[in-house]
Each structure stands twice: as structure tokens, then as C-alpha cells.
């Protein structure tokens, strides 16, 4: 018995570990990450020999041992996670759910049979059944909600493992082990089958809530995006009618220039020239990218910064398909945008300027933006980025910019010196 206790933990600890690597986006390179697995798998078989062979009958040992495991268990999937967070705690829980339900099903096989080996050999099986069956039903799910961040607080759900390892807890382990008291065996199998359909009811729900949201912000960019588009037609509708209006005088013009080189007002005939180039560029139409939802969110932006007289020195890159997603990427400009022009706009004419360098091609993404900044930038400490002075329910737009450079696999950096403040995104695909 004492054998099968220990290769059957060291057994759980594998797939644990295993649970960690396939469903964590992971922070370092795949040696890194696998380095930390082992030392944290030499931990817990270290500590196991604690309660299994030195003090075996220790009811505190136990405790103590377990509290410990649990500790290093959740501190090393937060310490491969790209981020650190309440979702990647309830990715730890659930996994040890999981790991603990097969180690159940193990102790089952064993009492039934009284065969170490077929236990084992069971509790393998077990696990590795438990294992696809959770990448199959839930792993995309779950990577979807990830990158998506659809829901912004995990901790509530965290509740529901913390609750399902507890109740495993005491219904197999303490104080009374299932070996000792068979008669919970039924009541265990109802309780692991409970916990799997839960698990796959309320990830689906996310889901579907997930896509309910996704199309809400859609269509709200769907809707800004007609919004601008209808300001382009009718500001294109006016470059033709100034147009129009400047071939029929267009004539005129060219009487008073024939005039004035009759009278040899050289002068003159150069500023009638200049009036008219003018005129022309005034109502030339600029196209700013060749993608069409992007050339609609710079053009809204342009007219925005002319109407608060910004000056925006912009210089784009972006090509008819792009390999990000579309929507993501316009609102993450469009924020920037804005972001920009309300820092600059309530300064000295001289200073309300924006620079903007925009390349989005299928070998990489650089956005580098650049501005005057006079108010103090307080960095949060934590994702470097500038906390809003707004309040609580603020600051949101920076949050989605960053969850953008993570998807992206793309780094972001925020500058604020000698009152220019630069935030730079880059990502090589």
C-alpha cells in the first residue's frame, strides 16, 4: 500500500504540472518553463515522503504538507503565466480539481481490487482520459476567454474549485480517508461527474456571453465606422462642389493672370497661383492608408484634431489585409488617437501637436505615438502603464490596448520625459 500511495501521488503531480503547461499561456520559453515544472515536481515528491513514509500517521504533518503542496501548486502556475491574475489562480484550482478527482478514482480501483499495479495502471488511464476530455471540451474556451479578457473578475468563479477541492477534501482525504470509510465511494463518483458537467456549463455560459459581448462591440464599431464613413461622403461631396465652384471661376483667374503679365505684375500673378493651389489641396481628398476601416478611423481622427487646431504629423504604413484582428486593431488607434488629442488639446498652439508613426504589414506591427504632456503621468507599477486620475470605472482604454499587445505577442512601452509623453506597441509576426 505505502508503494502505490507514492508512485500514485508522484503520478498526480505529473499530470498536474501537465494541466499547468497545456492551459497557461506561458511568460518564459518552453526550457525555462519546463525547468520550473521539475523543480516544482521535486517539491512536492520531497514533501510527500513527509507525509507518506516519515510521519505517515501525523494528522498535522498531513495538513501542514498539503497546505504546503497547495501553496507551491497555484505559486508556479502563476509564476509560467504571461499574466498574474484572478484567471490564471482559477486555472490552478481547476486543475488541481481535476488531478485530485483522478487520485480518487485511483483509491476506488484499489479498494475494489485490492491490486496495487491495476490501480496504478487505472489511475494513468484516468488521468489521460480526464486530461483530453477537458482539452477537447473546454482548452479553447478557455484560451478564447484568456485573450479576450470578456469577463475582467475571476474571483468569484475561483469559488467554484476552491468549493469542489474542499468537498473532495473531506469527502476522500480528512479526516477520514476513503480507504477507511468505503461507503463514501458512491457519493464521491456522483460528486467528480458533478464537477466536470459544472465545469463545462459554466465555461459554455462564458462563451456564450463572450460572443453576445463580442458582437455588441462590433456592432458599435460597425456603427461608428458608417457614422464615418457618411463624414467622408459628405465632406467629399464638398471638395466637389468647391471644385466645381473652382472650374467655373477658373476662367476668370486665368483672365486677370493673362492681365497681370500684361502689366508685368509678376508679383501679383505668383500669389494668384499660390490662391489657387491652395484651394486645390484645401479640397483634395487624402487617403491615409490603403485599408478601409483603418483610412476611415485616421480620417475621423484628422478632422477631430482639426477642428481643436492639433497639428498631427502622420506617417502610415497599413496595407489592404492586415494579419491582426481588424476591429481590435481600430479601436486600439482610435484610443490612442483620442487619448493624444485630449492630453494636447487644452495647451499653448504651439505645443498641441501629435506625432504618429503607423506600420502595420504581414512582418510587423509598430504604432509610435508621440505628444506634449504638462500634467504628471503616475505609472502603474505593476503593467507599466499611466494609471487614469479619473477614478475607478476609467483608465479602461489602456487596459484594452494592452490586452492587444499580449494577443499580438507584442511588446508595449510607455515613456514620459522632459514633458513629451511616447507610448510605443511592437510586434514582429
Known amino acids: 500500500m505505502e508503494y502505490f500511495k507514492n508512485i500514485s501521488y508522484m503520478n498526480s503531480h505529473i499530470f498536474l504540472l501537465l494541466f499547468f503547461y497545456l492551459f497557461t499561456v506561458h511568460r518564459f520559453s518552453k526550457k525555462k518553463t519546463i525547468g520550473i515544472c521539475i523543480c516544482a515536481f521535486l517539491l512536492f515528491n520531497l514533501s510527500d515522503c513527509l507525509k507518506l513514509n516519515l510521519y505517515p500517521d501525523s494528522n498535522l504533518c498531513y495538513f501542514l504538507v498539503t497546505i504546503f503542496q497547495i501553496l507551491v501548486a497555484q505559486l508556479t502556475n502563476l509564476l509560467i503565466s504571461s499574466t498574474r491574475d484572478s484567471r490564471v489562480l482559477f486555472v490552478g484550482l481547476s486543475a488541481s480539481n481535476y488531478v485530485i478527482a483522478g487520485s480518487i478514482l485511483a483509491t476506488v480501483i484499489y479498494i475494489l481490487t485490492n491490486d496495487g499495479v491495476m490501480a496504478l495502471a487505472g489511475s494513468t488511464l484516468v488521468h489521460i482520459l480526464i486530461l483530453i476530455f477537458i482539452y477537447i471540451k473546454i482548452n479553447r474556451i478557455w484560451i478564447k476567454c484568456f485573450e479576450k479578457e470578456y469577463i475582467k473578475n475571476w474571483w468569484e468563479l475561483c469559488l467554484i474549485p476552491v468549493f469542489f477541492y474542499c468537498g473532495f477534501s473531506f469527502l476522500a482525504f480528512f479526516p477520514y480517508r476513503l480507504e477507511d470509510n468505503p461507503n463514501n465511494i458512491s457519493g464521491v463518483l456522483i460528486f467528480i461527474v458533478t464537477m466536470f458537467v459544472s465545469y463545462v456549463v459554466v465555461l459554455r455560459y462564458v462563451e456564450s456571453e463572450s460572443k453576445r459581448s463580442d458582437i455588441y462591440w462590433r456592432n458599435v464599431l460597425s456603427e461608428c465606422y458608417i457614422k464615418d464613413l457618411e463624414n467622408q461622403y459628405h465632406s467629399v461631396e464638398q471638395f466637389e462642389q468647391n471644385l466645381k465652384i473652382l472650374r467655373h471661376d477658373i476662367r476668370h483667374y486665368s483672365g486677370m493672370i493673362e492681365h497681370l503679365l500684361d502689366q508685368k ?58 494579419p491582426v484582428d481588424e476591429y481590435e486593431f481600430a479601436a486600439v488607434l482610435a484610443n490612442l488617437f483620442e487619448n493624444a488629442l485630449m492630453c494636447v488639446q487644452d495647451l499653448k498652439k504651439e505645443k498641441r501637436y501629435v506625432d504618429a508613426k503607423i506600420q502595420c504589414t504581414e512582418e510587423c506591427l509598430l504604432i509610435d505615438i508621440k505628444n506634449e504632456c504638462e500634467k504628471e503621468v503616475v505609472m502603474d507599477s505593476f503593467t507599466g502603464l499611466p494609471k487614469s486620475s479619473k477614478g475607478k470605472n476609467h483608465g479602461l482604454g489602456m487596459l484594452s490596448i494592452s490586452a492587444f499587445a499580449d494577443k499580438i505577442g507584442g511588446n508595449i512601452g510607455c515613456y514620459c520625459e522632459n514633458g513629451i509623453f511616447q507610448i510605443i506597441i511592437f510586434a514582429k509576426f
Open 265 to 322: 505684375e509678376y508679383g501679383e500673378v505668383r500669389n494668384l497661383v499660390k490662391h489657387i493651389n491652395d484651394v486645390v489641396d484645401e479640397n483634395k481628398i487624402v487617403k491615409y492608408c490603403n485599408h478601409l476601416l483603418m483610412n476611415t478611423i485616421l480620417f475621423n481622427m484628422m478632422e477631430k484634431a482639426r477642428s481643436l487646431d492639433i497639428y498631427v504629423n502622420l506617417d502610415t504604413v497599413i496595407g489592404k489585409s492586415i
